[in-house]
Every structure is written in structure tokens, then in C-alpha cells.
């Protein structure tokens, strides 16, 4: 109902995910999320974001 009165708003993406995809996450976000995805890069080496990596995180197209 947000969406068709054009009410901008995120999800807690630990609590309610089961419809984030990752069009929709780069709606809500925009340039955020491009900065959390260079964040996480640069932070964690390879190996370690494979640790931190899981099927939440790939269905959102969080890893790249």
C-alpha cells in the first residue's frame, strides 16, 4: 500500500525480507546502498565476505 501511495520506506531486512529483491532495495536505498556495497568491499577482504556472505544476501544482490 506504501508503494501505490508513493510513500517512501525501507524494511528491516532481518525481519521482514521475504519480498526484497534487489530492484527493490535499490529503490529504497538508491546511492546508499551502492556505498554500503563499496563499504563492505573495502572493509572485507575476499575470503572474509565469504564468511559474511549468505542466500539472504545473494537473492538481494548484496555481494558485488
Given amino acids: 500500500?506504501?508503494?501505490?501511495l508513493s510513500i517512501p520506506y525501507t524494511l528491516h531486512?532481518?525481519?521482514i525480507n521475504f519480498n526484497l529483491?534487489?530492484?527493490?532495495?535499490?529503490?529504497m536505498y538508491g546511492d546508499n546502498l551502492t556505498?554500503?556495497?563499496a563499504c563492505?568491499?573495502?572493509l572485507l577482504s575476499d575470503e572474509v565476505?565469504?564468511?559474511f556472505t549468505?542466500?539472504?544476501m545473494i537473492k538481494c544482490?548484496?555481494?558485488s
Fill in 49 to 51: 565476505q565469504k564468511v
Fill in 13 to 15: 531486512w532481518g525481519k
Fill in 21 to 27: 529483491s534487489p530492484e527493490l532495495l535499490q529503490k
Fill in 35 to 37: 556505498k554500503w556495497k
Fill in 54 to 56: 549468505n542466500d539472504f
Fill in 61 to 63: 544482490g548484496l555481494t
Fill in 1 to 4: 500500500r506504501l508503494e501505490e
Fill in 40 to 42: 563492505r568491499k573495502s
